[in-house]
């Protein structure tokens, strides 16, 4: 029988429990989430002797470009609200997703499920600040953060829906993700993930190494879980990319071929999903809690987002 090794990192149960545990039982005798947090725990564990992201250690590469882009989605809302106070969820990846923002001129927190790479990050000044939070069991108390940012880190979570409800609580202003999405089949999204599984050589496009379901968000369903809870807004950006670990660690711009190859690929996909023929790989989904002022709805539909208002209920 498999058992789950002592780990250093501790999780919060419960919102509503003071305490934490150590994961220590067999992992049939722990609760199907309680796993999850293991695993990622111990895989960032790991990460610790791996290579910096290429944000910190090669920031003219092609994937530092990829995560780039993604990042720069947030342009239009830092733009906005300059000095504004943002956590991140699920930053394990030595706190890159905050180490963007405070270069962008507002304060970040970084968390993730454990501090293995967060110590070091602060330790090397990437980060400012870090806490150790379980995405679902939040310890801030209500509207401590103007903005909660999730990036790359809402499908790993066993139960995504409970961890977005926990940023909404947190948040002042809005919660963002910057996810793989999806939507209604598109005719050659089938297509898509065959190339996918023989580019990369897996035949599993359910789940990741790290022992995760890969939870795609989309737009419909968090439009649905803010009307519920009559918050005002929903900004929606679509994208695409192209990731190979064979061309990733080339120089953009000067590795001509493989940005080429790389840009071709994200080209392909915008064509194919401008013509309705495939979904778009990735999204930024942006939930507001307060209604966006005109010059934010204004900056976000210059970007390329999709601004929906939503349905008040007459009965609150």
Same mark, same amino acid.
């Given at each position: 029988?498999?058992?789950?090794?002592?780990?250093?990192?501790?999780?919060?149960?419960?919102?509503?429990?003071?305490?934490?545990?150590?994961?220590?039982?067999?992992?049939?005798?722990? $609760?199907?989430?309680?796993?999850?947090?293991?695993?990622?725990?111990?895989?960032?564990?790991?990460?610790?002797?791996?290579?910096?992201?290429?944000?910190?250690?090669?920031?003219?590469?092609?994937?530092?470009?990829?995560?780039?882009?993604?990042?720069?989605?947030? =342009?239009?809302?830092?733009?906005?609200?300059?000095?504004?106070?943002?956590?991140?969820?699920?930053? #394990?990846?030595?706190?890159?997703?905050?180490?963007?923002?405070?270069?962008? #001129?507002?304060?970040? *927190?970084?968390?993730?499920?454990?501090?293995?790479?967060?110590? $070091?990050?602060?330790?090397?000044?990437?980060?400012?600040?870090?806490?150790?939070?379980?995405?679902?069991?939040?310890?801030?108390?209500?509207?401590?953060?103007?903005?909660?940012?999730?990036?790359?880190?809402?499908?790993?979570?066993?139960?995504?829906?409970?961890?977005?409800?926990?940023?909404?609580?947190?948040?002042?202003?809005?919660?963002?993700?910057?996810?793989?999405?999806?939507?209604?089949?598109?005719?050659?999204?089938?297509?898509?993930?065959?190339?996918?599984?023989?580019?990369?050589?897996?035949?599993?496009?359910?789940?990741?190494?790290?022992?995760?379901?890969?939870?795609?968000?989309?737009?419909?369903?968090?439009?649905?879980?803010?009307?519920?809870?009559?918050?005002?807004?929903?900004?929606?950006?679509?994208?695409?990319?192209?990731?190979?670990?064979?061309?990733?660690?080339?120089?953009?711009?000067?590795?001509? *071929?493989?940005?080429?190859?790389?840009?071709? #690929?994200?080209?392909?996909?915008?064509?194919?999903?401008?013509?309705?023929?495939?979904?778009?790989?990735?999204?930024?989904?942006?939930?507001?809690?307060?209604?966006?002022?005109?010059?934010?709805?204004?900056?976000?539909?210059?970007? #390329?987002?999709?601004?929906?208002? =939503?349905?008040?209920?007459?009965?609150?």
């Amino acid at each position: 029988m498999r058992t789950i090794s002592p780990l250093k990192a501790r999780w919060s149960t419960s919102p509503t429990l003071g305490g934490s545990v150590e994961l220590t039982k067999r992992e049939d005798e722990l $609760p199907s989430h309680f796993w999850s947090y293991a695993k990622h725990a111990d895989h960032e564990m790991r990460m610790v002797n791996l290579t910096l992201p290429s944000a910190y250690s090669n920031p003219g590469s092609i994937d530092a470009w990829r995560h780039r882009r993604m990042h720069e989605t947030l =342009l239009p809302i830092l733009r906005e609200a300059p000095g504004s106070s943002w956590l991140t969820i699920g930053d #394990g990846n030595f706190g890159s997703d905050a180490h963007f923002l405070i270069q962008h #001129g507002v304060q970040a *927190v970084a968390s993730s499920i454990s501090e293995s790479t967060l110590a $070091p990050a602060k330790k090397q000044a990437f980060i400012k600040d870090f806490q150790v939070e379980n995405a679902e069991a939040l310890t801030p108390a209500d509207n401590t953060f103007d903005f909660v940012l999730c990036k790359e880190s809402y499908h790993h979570f066993p139960r995504p829906p409970i961890a977005f409800y926990e940023m909404l609580r947190v948040s002042k202003i809005a919660v963002v993700l910057i996810e793989p999405c999806d939507g209604p089949r598109r005719i050659l999204d089938c297509l898509k993930i065959l190339i996918k599984k023989v580019m990369r050589r897996n035949e599993n496009d359910q789940f990741e190494t790290s022992g995760n379901f890969i939870y795609r968000a989309n737009e419909e369903e968090v439009r649905k879980m803010m009307t519920a809870l009559n918050h005002p807004c929903v900004a929606y950006r679509p994208f695409n990319d192209f990731f190979h670990a064979k061309i990733s660690d080339g120089m953009y711009g000067r590795d001509m *071929v493989k940005t080429l190859v790389t840009l071709l #690929g994200v080209g392909v996909q915008n064509l194919l999903g401008f013509l309705h023929l495939m979904n778009h790989g990735l999204g930024t989904i942006v939930a507001f809690k307060k209604e966006p002022s005109t010059s934010l709805r204004r900056r976000l539909e210059q970007a #390329g987002y999709r601004v929906s208002i =939503l349905p008040r209920n007459p009965y609150v």
